[in-house]
């Protein structure tokens, strides 16, 4: 069996691009893409460099006409680790192929994303000139959490001019079913740090001397109570009132929470009722501890020590018309109001939350083909995902509608060992997406 796109596929896989890693070969896969955009047609073929980020892709497939609309395809070249190594099946950088599917670090996350969009543009060469212009920018530092794309976007806005854009995954989800997300929650991640003293002391010492662990705990029990609300004094203000569309959307959002229970072993019930799960998980900010981290965390029980230094994890997820920073500042106007002005607050990471408007055009004629293409009851259109993503950042660019879907399924392993993608899936994508484009170019806009 040969599949499209193979050849390509089979050298873009062997890539050690893993942005994690210090000895990676981010530089030597960039140029490796852009030599192949030129050899595929692009008129334009360059990579993007700037102070702060790794290097980026950029290409252009233009349109027979001047006035034609413009799709913006987003994807990512690096990839994660793939240690555990020894839970391999097969080598994670070379690409192997069953009856039914693709093996290899990247397959789904996201370098065979890649190539079914350079599969679908090949078919579309074929049949003549392309409907559409079509731009591709592929970044290399996605699984860092894309630190500075925003910075890259700004300097290269000129270059990225859209009507539309196509998000860097998705697929089936765990109902099977060909999922179309529009947009992501936002995101902001930091760590609260408490210091008591120079260095370790005796416990004995605890009945005079504050532990900076209980300050902590107790500092984070004011940001949240034991009903799971967040606290934090105006955090819900700004959040933006869903539309009549969005509110149908997850009403009509397959989740079983039952079924994600036995398959993750969670032990605890939901913290929402269970007619508010679907609205929590797509509209709801949440706050998370990632880690607690304090004193002594060997081994046995024997070291009685009164630790000097706490420190946790957090991140927040957002939705519109959140953001990082704002979120960050009433964080510590909140400690400072309960008394914990001492709770050191880190430098942050974040990415603001998006959605595209489901009611746009271009947004209906995508998923009206998908119910055409995958059948009427195949296809779930999602929100947003409850993760997050550097989608806003695009469409401060260019204003374009952006959605999610791809070759993936909900048993994909991204970023797990033994990542894989079904091979009818990965055709299917193609075929749906030879025919996406040509239909954005007959879609009438508001505009």
Same mark, same amino acid.
């Given at each position: 069996?040969?599949?499209?796109?193979?050849?390509?596929?089979?050298? +873009?896989?062997?890539?050690?691009?893993?942005?994690?890693?210090e000895e990676n070969e981010i530089p030597e896969t960039a140029e490796f893409l852009r030599t192949?955009?030129?050899?595929?047609?692009?008129?334009?073929?360059?990579?993007?460099?700037?102070?702060?980020?790794?290097?980026?892709?950029?290409?252009?497939?233009?349109?027979?006409?001047?006035?034609?609309?413009?799709?913006?395809?987003?994807?990512?070249?690096?990839?994660?680790?793939?240690?555990?190594?020894?839970?391999?099946?097969?080598?994670?950088?070379?690409?192997?192929?069953?009856?039914?599917?693709?093996?290899?670090?990247?397959?789904?996350?996201?370098?065979?994303?890649?190539?079914?969009?350079?599969?679908?543009?090949?078919?579309?060469?074929?049949?003549?000139?392309?409907?559409?212009?079509?731009?591709?920018?592929?970044?290399?530092?996605?699984?860092?959490?894309?630190?500075?794309?925003?910075?890259?976007?700004?300097?290269?806005?000129?270059?990225?001019?859209?009507?539309?854009?196509?998000?860097e995954s998705g697929g089936r989800n765990e109902q099977g079913k060909f999922q179309i997300s529009?947009?992501?929650?936002?995101?902001?991640?930091?760590?609260?740090?408490?210091?008591?003293?120079?260095?370790?002391?005796?416990?004995?010492?605890?009945?005079?001397?504050?532990? @900076?662990?209980?300050?902590?705990?107790?500092?984070?029990?004011?940001?949240?109570?034991?009903?799971?609300?967040?606290?934090?004094?105006?955090?819900?203000?700004?959040?933006?009132?869903?539309?009549?569309?969005?509110?149908?959307?997850?009403?009509?959002?397959?989740?079983?929470?039952?079924?994600?229970?036995?398959?993750?072993?969670?032990?605890?019930?939901?913290?929402?009722?269970?007619?508010?799960?679907?609205?929590?998980? +797509?509209?709801?900010?949440?706050?998370?501890?990632?880690?607690?981290?304090?004193?002594?965390?060997?081994?046995?029980?024997?070291?009685?020590?009164?630790?000097?230094?706490?420190?946790?994890?957090?991140?927040?997820?957002?939705?519109?018309?959140?953001?990082?920073?704002?979120?960050?500042?009433?964080?510590?106007?909140?400690?400072?109001?309960?008394?914990?002005?001492?709770?050191?607050?880190?430098?942050?990471?974040?990415?603001?939350?998006?959605?595209?408007? @489901?009611?746009?055009?271009?947004?209906?004629?995508?998923?009206?083909?998908?119910?055409?293409?995958?059948?009427?009851?195949?296809?779930?259109?999602?929100?947003?995902?409850?993760?997050?993503?550097?989608?806003?950042?695009?469409?401060?660019?260019?204003?374009?509608?952006?959605?999610?879907?791809?070759?993936?399924?909900?048993?994909?392993?991204?970023?797990?060992?033994?990542?894989?993608?079904?091979?009818?899936?990965?055709?299917?994508?193609?075929?749906?997406?030879?025919?996406?484009?040509?239909?954005?170019?007959?879609?009438?806009?508001?505009?």
């Amino acid at each position: 069996m040969t599949i499209p796109m193979q050849d390509f596929l089979t050298k +873009y896989l062997q890539f050690h691009s893993v942005s994690l890693a210090e000895e990676n070969e981010i530089p030597e896969t960039a140029e490796f893409l852009r030599t192949q955009f030129t050899k595929l047609g692009a008129t334009t073929s360059r990579i993007l460099h700037t102070d702060r980020t790794n290097p980026a892709v950029y290409a252009v497939f233009p349109a027979q006409t001047a006035d034609a609309p413009t799709i913006l395809f987003y994807n990512h070249y690096d990839v994660q680790p793939a240690e555990p190594l020894a839970l391999w099946q097969s080598d994670p950088f070379q690409l192997k192929m069953t009856d039914t599917h693709l093996y290899a670090r990247g397959i789904n996350d996201d370098k065979g994303e890649l190539a079914a969009r350079l599969a679908a543009l090949q078919r579309l060469q074929a049949q003549g000139s392309l409907p559409c212009t079509i731009k591709f920018l592929v970044e290399g530092a996605e699984e860092q959490g894309s630190p500075n794309l925003d910075y890259l976007l700004a300097q290269y806005a000129d270059l990225l001019a859209a009507d539309f854009c196509l998000w860097e995954s998705g697929g089936r989800n765990e109902q099977g079913k060909f999922q179309i997300s529009l947009g992501v929650k936002g995101g902001v991640a930091f760590q609260l740090s408490v210091k008591t003293a120079d260095f370790d002391l005796h416990s004995s010492l605890g009945a005079i001397t504050e532990n @900076p662990a209980w300050r902590l705990v107790q500092a984070l029990a004011t940001l949240k109570n034991a009903k799971d609300e967040i606290t934090i004094p105006h955090f819900l203000d700004v959040v933006k009132p869903l539309t009549a569309t969005q509110k149908l959307l997850i009403q009509d959002a397959a989740f079983d929470y039952a079924a994600f229970a036995k398959n993750y072993g969670i032990t605890r019930p939901a913290t929402v009722p269970a007619d508010d799960i679907k609205a929590a998980l +797509y509209n709801r900010p949440s706050m998370t501890i990632n880690g607690l981290s304090s004193g002594y965390e060997g081994p046995g029980i024997g070291k009685t020590i009164l630790p000097h230094t706490a420190l946790a994890k957090l991140d927040l997820r957002l939705v519109p018309d959140q953001t990082p920073a704002e979120t960050v500042r009433l964080v510590k106007e909140a400690l400072t109001a309960g008394g914990y002005d001492d709770v050191m607050v880190s430098d942050f990471l974040g990415e603001p939350p998006f959605r595209t408007d @489901p009611d746009d055009p271009r947004v209906q004629t995508a998923l009206q083909l998908a119910r055409t293409t995958y059948g009427d009851d195949d296809v779930q259109v999602e929100l947003n995902s409850p993760g997050s993503g550097p989608m806003k950042y695009f469409y401060d660019i260019n204003h374009a509608p952006i959605i999610s879907c791809g070759i993936g399924n909900a048993h994909s392993a991204a970023h797990g060992p033994n990542e894989n993608v079904v091979i009818a899936d990965y055709l299917g994508f193609i075929d749906y997406l030879t025919q996406l484009v040509p239909q954005l170019a007959k879609t009438k806009t508001a505009n």
